[in-house]
Nanobody, 124 residues
Framework: QGQLEESGGGLVQAGGSLRLSCTAS????????MGWFRQAPGKEREFVAA????????YYSDSVKGRFTISRDNAKNTVALQMNSLKSEDTAVYYC?????????????????WGQGTQVTVSS
């Protein structure tokens, strides 16, 4: 019911770009706010970006603002994270998450379902 699957991770040089995608297996994708989080080795999972169910409102962490863009396509049940000007500190496993019937937030504890994650490695 809450399956999320990320794709698009990989190895990229610093300054490069990657586009992550998350596909949801549910009938009413537009009922869910979506978020992207990341977790580097030995660190807590942290907020990256979030988008409201309509796509009208977006939120970013200070560390990625101006470099990353979150978007969604409710007709295709997908949410994307375009990552530009990547830095070595962006290296982490990236997770998408959904929050049903609520507005997007920056708090990982607010999200109901999580994907398995996709590795992003930025070489300096």
């Amino acid at each position: 019911q809450g399956q999320l699957e990320e794709s698009g991770g990989g190895l990229v040089q610093a300054g490069g770009s990657l586009r992550l995608s998350c596909t949801a297996s549910r009938r009413k994708f537009s009922d869910y706010a979506m978020g992207w989080f990341r977790q580097a080795p030995g660190k807590e999972r942290e907020f990256v970006a979030a988008i409201s169910w309509s796509g009208r409102n977006t939120y970013y962490s200070d560390s990625v603002k101006g470099r990353f863009t979150i978007s969604r396509d409710n007709a295709k049940n997908t949410v994307a994270l375009q990552m530009n000007s990547l830095k070595s500190e962006d290296t982490a496993v990236y997770y998408c998450a959904s929050r049903v019937w609520s507005e997007a937030t920056r708090e990982k504890g607010d999200y109901d379902y999580w994907g398995q994650g996709t590795q992003v490695t930025v070489s300096s």
